[in-house]
C-alpha cells in the first residue's frame, strides 16, 4: 500500500493501482516505491507492561532505506513527531491499544499496533 505526503496515512491509500483518498479524490501527490521504514523497538501484538502510568515511556525507531532522511511518527493516527531516520523518540503510551505508524520523507508508511498494560 502507498501513500501521499499531504495526509494521515489513514486517510490516502492506492487502490488497484488507482490514487485515491479515503473520500473518494483522486490524490496526485503519490510516493511510496521502495521498502516502507521498519519500526524496529516495537513488536507487533506484544503487550508492555507499565509500571508507573505517569514516567514510564516507550522508544520509537526505525530502520529506513539509505535514501530516507526524515521519518514522521503518529500515535494512535496523531501526528507525534518528525525525526531524522537514525533519531530514536520516546512517548508515554496513553490508553490499553496504541497504534504506531512511521512514515518516511517518501510517503512509506509502516503500523504497528501493541498493546499496554498498566501495573
Given at each position: 500500500?502507498?501513500y501521499?505526503?499531504?495526509?494521515?496515512?489513514?486517510?490516502c491509500?492506492v487502490?488497484?493501482g488507482?490514487?485515491?483518498?479515503?473520500?473518494?479524490?483522486?490524490?496526485g501527490?503519490?510516493f511510496?516505491e521502495?521498502?516502507?521504514p521498519?519500526?524496529?523497538?516495537l513488536q507487533?501484538?506484544t503487550?508492555?507492561?507499565?509500571l508507573?502510568?505517569?514516567?514510564?515511556q516507550?522508544?520509537?525507531?526505525?530502520?529506513?532505506?539509505?535514501?530516507?532522511?526524515?521519518?514522521?511518527?503518529?500515535?494512535?493516527d496523531r501526528f507525534f513527531?518528525?525525526?531524522?531516520?537514525?533519531?530514536?523518540?520516546?512517548?508515554?503510551?496513553?490508553?490499553?491499544?496504541?497504534?504506531?505508524s512511521?512514515?518516511?520523507?517518501?510517503?512509506?508508511?509502516?503500523?504497528?499496533?501493541?498493546r499496554?498494560?498498566y501495573?
Open positions: 500500500m502507498q501521499c505526503r499531504s495526509r494521515l496515512p489513514a486517510q491509500f487502490r488497484k488507482l490514487r485515491e483518498s479515503r473520500a473518494g479524490t483522486a490524490c501527490r503519490l511510496g521502495g521498502q516502507a521498519i519500526i524496529s523497538t507487533a501484538g503487550t508492555y507492561l507499565i508507573d502510568k505517569g514516567k514510564q516507550l522508544q520509537l525507531g526505525c530502520q529506513a532505506a539509505p535514501d530516507v532522511r526524515k521519518v514522521y511518527w503518529y500515535i494512535n513527531a518528525a525525526a531524522d531516520a537514525k533519531q530514536r523518540l520516546f512517548f508515554k503510551p496513553e490508553g490499553l491499544a496504541v497504534k504506531v512511521c512514515a518516511d520523507d517518501k510517503g512509506r508508511v509502516s503500523d504497528v499496533e501493541v499496554v498494560k501495573l
